[in-house]
């Protein structure tokens, strides 16, 4: 098993965010936490990059337990986070915004190179953009650059938090098949996302949080024909 969460606690002071919650990611998969605003969904992918520390629990990648490793270890390791509101540097250009992602482990001009073509086959619209400053994209290209520099680290797991939020609907469905894509390239990826249909749509698996506890778990499919899902997240 790629990651393993076993019966974790967070708290923010005294508010519990989450409760004995336990989800795994295989190798080669993609897995989806859905679930409404407060359920504790980004504050998972915080715990496991450590930005936040849990009370209680177990995280493992690759079978070691990683609770407790700074946010650079997780990094080096091969844990990449893609967080919500793209958080870009709007003073960069594309291309320097790409470079960052990949200086926090690795300096060799010539790997990091072959990193940002990588990008920039997966992401053609920023070879065109890559001498423009990121304040200039559009929210959409943005959003591509914000996966883009969390790629350049070469990620075995990827995290993804909300990467639809504030998008026109073609460019969901774009991106969305670029997160199919990166995953076919071998990339495992953790998904949080309120759009819980497109979700479910390309993931293997999922997990539904409610109040910082896991409700429901089952592959995607079954998920999507749930009754319980349809009324709360699917509008059925």
């Not at 680290?153 to 990166?182: H, N, T």
């Amino acid at each position: 098993m790629l990651l393993k969460v076993t019966n974790l606690d967070v708290f923010y002071g005294k508010t519990q965010a989450l409760r004995n919650v336990s989800y795994e990611v295989a190798e080669g998969e993609i897995v989806t936490l859905i679930g409404a605003n407060g359920a504790g969904k980004t504050t998972s992918l915080a715990a496991i990059s450590s930005l936040v520390r849990a009370s209680k629990g177990d995280i493992e990648f690759h079978g070691h337990s990683i609770k407790g490793n700074s946010v650079e270890e997780i990094v080096r390791l091969g844990i990449a986070l893609c967080p919500e509101g793209r958080r870009v540097f709007a003073g960069l250009t594309v291309q320097e915004n790409l470079q960052i992602g990949a200086t926090s482990w690795r300096r060799y001009r010539e790997s990091v190179d072959q990193d940002l073509e990588r990008v920039f086959d997966l992401f053609p619209r920023l070879r065109e953009r890559a001498n423009q400053l990121a304040w200039s994209l559009s929210g959409g290209e943005q959003q591509m650059l914000a996966v883009g520099r969390a790629l350049m680290g070469r990620p075995k797991l990827l995290m993804l938090d909300e990467p639809s939020l504030g998008l026109a609907p073609i460019i969901v469905q774009q991106l969305f098949e670029k997160i199919v894509a990166i995953n076919r390239l071998g990339v495992s990826i953790l998904l949080v996302e309120q759009n819980a249909a497109m979700a479910l749509e390309i993931s293997h698996r999922g997990y539904v949080l409610e109040t910082g506890n896991v409700i429901l778990q089952d592959a995607s499919n079954a998920l999507r024909d749930d009754p319980r899902v349809k009324a709360a997240y699917l509008g059925g």
